[in-house]
């Protein structure tokens, strides 16, 4: 029967608002004339109904009011109610006067049926949810009380959730937030009780099982202070992520998660121009490489969204290619994805996947970048990111597809190998572009939290070990945005006019401290730091420097219409032809020095440490390869 009934849904609301209008009408006439309406104006009342419904029907329709679900109705709901009914009037007026019958059928009529329609019409459906909210259950053994922290709109719409859902089994004991003149105030029937920084005292009046955040443009500074107060009351606590909450104008609980390291960056929305950057992608052959790892699986995802014509992922690792490849193929229905095992090193495989492909983006992610590992592998390093970037720009510059580059703020007065490699590689890319038709553009950015390798992942197993952490050096500081922020954000710059043929810097942001990440993931643990997770400091790691920097002294940035992207203006790239025939032979040879000679020949600013030089010396007297790993221990 509910099936049946779900299956002629929209069937039966047509009906109850044909009998709900024909009801509202014939009260219009009765109130009119106090209850005894004259035999000529049941005359006109006969024949203006089917004027009236004709408009008011195909107004309903319009303004899409047979689509809604009753038991969420809203003020939205009420608006297109208020604009359906009024054109609705206005239509029906004005058939009146074109056919002459306006002298029959009062105005007043006319006013008080709209009212009437109003009320009705609107308070049968605001009834209908009154009485499902009514039936929730107000007490239980598998209820949970929750204290929200934070009495504004991602406040009122996670209660409104819990309202509507009781199966969730919440039961919201009150609000505190910031602002003083809300206290005393209710939200749908529920106090705000006081402020933030009162939280301990509010709870110990009116006790919770549990604490929701929910104040997604809090800064780093207020998130960190509220979680402390939360790690205080001892109380298990939950957050709405900055960049998740009110992207639909709703907030679910499905987005309601523990609080991660990330949150405590502070980092706001990103407000992207969604409308240019599908009219770039829709329809179009893209391939993205080094697409298993964090930054070319999340822009897969994001890719994935705005409608490619095909997607093809390039990867070298089996395993990661096959777990983005299934979860594309599970979540994106319909789209043409087509795998590829490939190294950008082999350029006949690279000539004949882009010779079948015929890829109008590319989105170039591949690359080795842990630091202490490439300079411990200098010809490596080389090989796939300076090497494997020139294959890659120079067959898209012959298909005339647009480049986009993953670059590193490592790459800015690089101090190590990967540094230097990623440096010549965007010099690479801004070279290739002027053998093709094409925009190339290389986009500069810092650390991504918990991407594979990454400081927040080992810190997490070195916790469950039960410790220590280790960190490099009590003054180290990096620059950090999540994965699904940094690739937004790529994908923004891409379709900017003026980072053509340019290098741009995406906005990290205030450097954080490693140490002071550290210690917030040990108290998110539920643990003491240096108490029950001891930190212990190891020293730089080869080629590591204490601050990154985000441009060279040569270098400046200028602002573009995007906020948080800016372009880097620096000079032009020299011809690197000779330059990299030198570097290849290096390669070649595998004679180490005479490549960290050639980087710092195409890379003036390239400044190996001493201790590279060192290393090289060292290889370069034993070149035993056990020797070589005991030392990099």
């Not at 009834?127 to 934070?150: H, S, T």
């Not at 040990?522 to 108490?531: A, N, T």
Request: proline fraction near 5%; aromatic fraction near 6%.
């Amino acid at each position: 029967m509910i099936n049946l009934l779900f299956r002629y849904r929209t069937v039966l609301i047509v009906s109850f608002h044909f009998v709900l209008l024909l009801f509202s009408y014939w009260i219009a006439y009765v109130l009119r004339f106090e209850g005894f309406v004259p035999r000529p104006y049941i005359d006109a009342f006969i024949q203006s109904l089917p004027i009236l419904l004709g408009c008011r029907l195909l107004a309903f329709a319009h303004y899409g009011l047979y689509r809604g679900w009753w038991r969420y109705v809203g003020m939205r709901d009420l608006y297109n109610l208020i604009q359906a009914v009024a054109v609705s009037s206005l239509v029906f007026t004005a058939a009146l006067l074109f056919m002459g019958g306006e002298a029959t059928v009062p105005r007043s009529v006319i006013v008080l049926d709209a009212l009437l329609t109003i009320v009705l019409i609107g308070g049968v459906r605001f009834a209908l949810r009154a009485v499902r909210e009514n039936r929730r259950p107000k007490q239980g053994p598998r209820l949970r009380r929750v204290m929200i922290i934070g009495a504004g709109d991602a406040g009122e719409l996670l209660l409104r959730e819990m309202h509507n859902n009781p199966r969730l089994g919440y039961v919201p004991v009150g609000f505190v937030d910031d602002d003083q003149r809300k206290i005393g105030f209710q939200i749908h029937g529920v106090d705000v009780l006081g402020t933030t920084s009162e939280l301990l005292e509010v709870l110990q009046q009116h006790p919770a099982d549990e604490l929701i955040i929910a104040i997604p443009s809090a800064s780093r500074e207020e998130i960190q202070d509220i979680v402390n107060r939360c790690l205080k009351s001892g109380l298990p606590f939950k957050i709405i992520p900055a960049i998740a909450a009110l992207s639909d104008g709703k907030v679910h609980m499905s987005q309601v998660r523990p609080v991660r390291v990330e949150d405590l960056l502070g980092r706001e929305e990103v407000n992207l121009d969604t409308t240019r950057i599908r009219a770039d992608i829709a329809g179009r052959r893209v391939l993205i490489t080094g697409a298993g790892g964090s930054i070319g699986s999340e822009l897969a995802r994001q890719v994935a969204s705005y409608g490619p014509a095909m997607l093809t992922l390039v990867e070298r690792s089996e395993n990661s290619l096959f777990l983005i490849d299934e979860e594309l193929r599970r979540k994106s229905r319909g789209l043409v994805v087509h795998p590829v095992i490939c190294d950008i090193r082999d350029r006949r495989d690279l000539e004949l996947l882009f010779s079948d492909t015929r890829p109008d983006i590319v989105y170039h992610a591949a690359a080795f970048k842990h630091v202490p590992i490439m300079e411990w592998h200098v010809g490596q390093a080389v090989e796939n990111n300076v090497f494997g970037t020139h294959n890659v720009a120079d067959l898209a510059a012959q298909a005339g597809a647009k480049l986009v580059l993953i670059s590193t703020d490592k790459a800015v007065a690089p101090s190590n190998v990967m540094g230097a490699t990623k440096r010549l590689a965007e010099k690479i890319v801004l070279c290739a572009q002027r053998r093709g038709n094409a925009r190339f553009v290389a986009v500069r950015f810092g650390n991504v939290l918990g991407s594979d390798g990454s400081v927040v992942p080992l810190f997490t197993r070195q916790i469950s070990d039960g410790g220590p952490i280790t960190v490099t050096h009590p003054d180290a500081t990096r620059y950090f945005m999540t994965i699904p922020e940094a690739v937004q954000l790529v994908l923004q710059a891409s379709v900017l006019d003026e980072a053509a043929d340019r290098i741009v810097m995406l906005e990290m942001g205030e450097p954080v401290k490693i140490v002071d990440l550290a210690r917030n993931l040990i108290r998110l643990s539920g643990f003491e730091p240096d108490v029950d997770i001891p930190i212990v400091f190891t020293g730089l790691r080869p080629g590591e420097k204490i601050h990154e920097q985000l441009t060279s002294e040569t270098e400046e940035t200028l602002p573009t219409r995007y906020e948080k992207i800016r372009i880097v203006r620096t000079e032009g790239p020299e011809a690197l032809d000779r330059g990299l025939e030198q570097l290849r032979a290096a390669v070649e040879s595998r004679d180490e020095k005479a490549i960290v000679r050639r980087l710092q020949e195409l890379v003036p600013e390239f400044s190996p440490q001493a201790t590279l030089l060192a290393n090289l010396r060292e290889r370069a007297i034993s070149p035993d390869p056990r020797a070589r790993s005991r030392s990099a221990g």
